[in-house]
């Protein structure tokens, strides 16, 4: 046993992935995920998972990149598309319903936190990737009491877990990734024996999936395989949608910026549940009791920060704040 618990599905509905790829197709335009943005007084400015950015920019991703690539197109690698499918109990499109309830999801999040067995599935969203493309390590952005991606940077999330300063206040989130079709290249690599420790590296396989507890297990996903000599020049703002016959393209406003069929394309949904150890704690989150506060959160790293003898007298302006925390806080994997 590792130090994460995970869980591999072989066979999630027996039908090879076509009623999830049905859907895929019917739901229409995904956005670029680049494009999400919250009011904060810290980080201002700062892309949302500018800690994982970084780390990929710095490092080249996980395999390394012997070329260093120019910034614009090491971006277009991570502006990958994104869309919910069912946000909460609430399904935006219909047919997700089967995906969302899933008793093996359920098993395997019960599996994963055996002292938590109140699940609630709480979105399902998919992730678009085009050839060329790759999604940068990282940890998902987990949710405490009072803290969630609606009110405070992303990157802060993900520090404060990191921390383990807040571990009272943090809901636990099973995450299971799944896949329709086979994909050449994409692979998932994740560490569940930590950071240090070599990656295990899932192949995408249609009608497959593995569940995890991925706000506190590294993973990415590999480069996608491209016959192109060049990356697409992808930005925010951009769309990806289906236009008959198997073809999909990237649409930059009215003009097309980049076409595939669906075979070249990688294609995930994920489901993500709230583990609680029984109804009372549900009620709890529920009602916002024991909420905390951004003012909170700040004078405790801080106060940590400075007990450790990594920041003396008055605390940083921002960037470097932000950056302070970061660095201080999340150590990335260095195997690869
Ligand atoms: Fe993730």
């Given at each position: 046993?590792g130090?994460h618990?995970?869980?591999?599905?072989?066979e999630l509905?027996g039908d090879?992935g076509?009623a999830?790829?049905d859907?895929?197709?019917?739901f229409?335009?995904?956005q670029?995920?680049?494009?999400e943005?919250?009011d904060s007084p810290?980080?201002v400015g700062?892309?949302q998972r500018f800690?994982?950015l970084?780390?990929?920019?710095?490092t080249?991703?996980?395999?390394?990149n012997?070329?260093k690539?120019?910034?614009?197109?090491?971006?277009?690698r991570?502006n990958?598309?994104?869309?919910?499918y069912a946000?909460?109990?609430?399904?935006?499109?219909?047919?997700i319903?089967?995906f969302?309830h899933?008793q093996?999801?359920?098993?395997a999040?019960?599996?994963i936190?055996p002292?938590?067995?109140?699940v609630?599935?709480?979105?399902?969203f998919?992730?678009?990737?085009?050839p060329?493309?790759e999604?940068a390590?990282?940890?998902?952005v987990?949710?405490?009491?009072?803290?969630?991606?609606?009110v405070?940077?992303?990157?802060?999330?993900?520090?404060?877990?990191?921390?383990?300063l807040f571990?009272?206040?943090?809901?636990?989130?099973?995450?299971g990734v799944?896949?329709?079709?086979?994909c050449?290249?994409?692979?998932?690599a994740y560490?569940?024996?930590g950071?240090?420790?070599p990656?295990?590296?899932?192949?995408v396989r249609?009608?497959?999936a593995?569940?995890?507890d991925?706000?506190s297990v590294?993973?990415?996903?590999?480069?996608?395989?491209?016959e192109?000599?060049?990356m697409?020049p992808?930005r925010p703002?951009?769309?990806l949608?289906p236009?008959?016959?198997g073809?999909?393209?990237?649409?930059d406003?009215?003009?097309?910026?980049?076409?595939?069929?669906?075979?070249e394309l990688?294609f995930?949904?994920?489901?993500?549940a709230?583990?609680?150890?029984?109804?009372?704690?549900?009620?709890t989150w529920?009602t916002g009791?024991d909420?905390?506060?951004?003012?909170v959160?700040l004078d405790r790293?801080?106060?940590?920060?400075?007990?450790?003898?990594l920041?003396e007298?008055?605390?940083?302006e921002d960037?470097?704040?932000?950056?302070?925390l970061v660095g201080?806080?999340i150590?990335?994997?260095?195997?690869?």
């Open positions: 046993m130090l618990t995970t869980v591999e599905i072989d509905f090879a076509t999830m790829v859907l895929a197709e019917r229409g335009r995904y670029t995920y680049s494009q943005h919250v810290i980080g700062l892309p800690d994982a970084t780390n990929f920019l710095r080249g991703g996980r395999t390394g012997p070329t690539e120019d910034l614009r197109t090491l971006g277009a991570t990958y598309f994104r869309e919910e946000y909460g109990l609430e399904p935006r499109i219909s047919g319903e089967p969302l899933h093996a999801f359920v098993d999040a019960r599996a936190f002292d938590r067995p109140v609630e599935p709480a979105i399902a998919a992730n678009l990737m085009v060329g493309q999604l390590v990282h940890t998902d987990p949710e405490f009491r009072g803290c969630n991606r609606k405070m940077p992303q990157w802060l999330l993900v520090v404060m877990h990191h921390s383990g571990e009272r206040w943090r809901m636990p989130i099973a995450t799944s896949w329709f079709h086979d050449d290249g994409g692979e998932f560490w569940p024996d950071p240090e420790a990656p295990a590296v899932h192949q249609r009608d497959t593995v569940v995890l991925a706000d590294f993973h990415g996903v590999d480069r996608i395989a491209s192109l000599p060049e697409a992808l703002g951009m769309g949608e236009a008959g016959g073809r999909w393209v990237v649409r406003g009215d003009e097309v910026a980049a076409e595939h069929h669906w075979d990688r995930s949904v994920s489901w993500k709230y583990c609680f150890t029984d109804e009372e704690e549900q009620a529920r009791a909420d905390l506060t951004l003012e959160v790293l801080l106060g940590d920060l400075r007990e450790r003898g920041l007298g008055d605390a940083p960037p470097e704040l932000s950056q302070l201080s806080y150590r990335f994997p260095t195997t690869a």
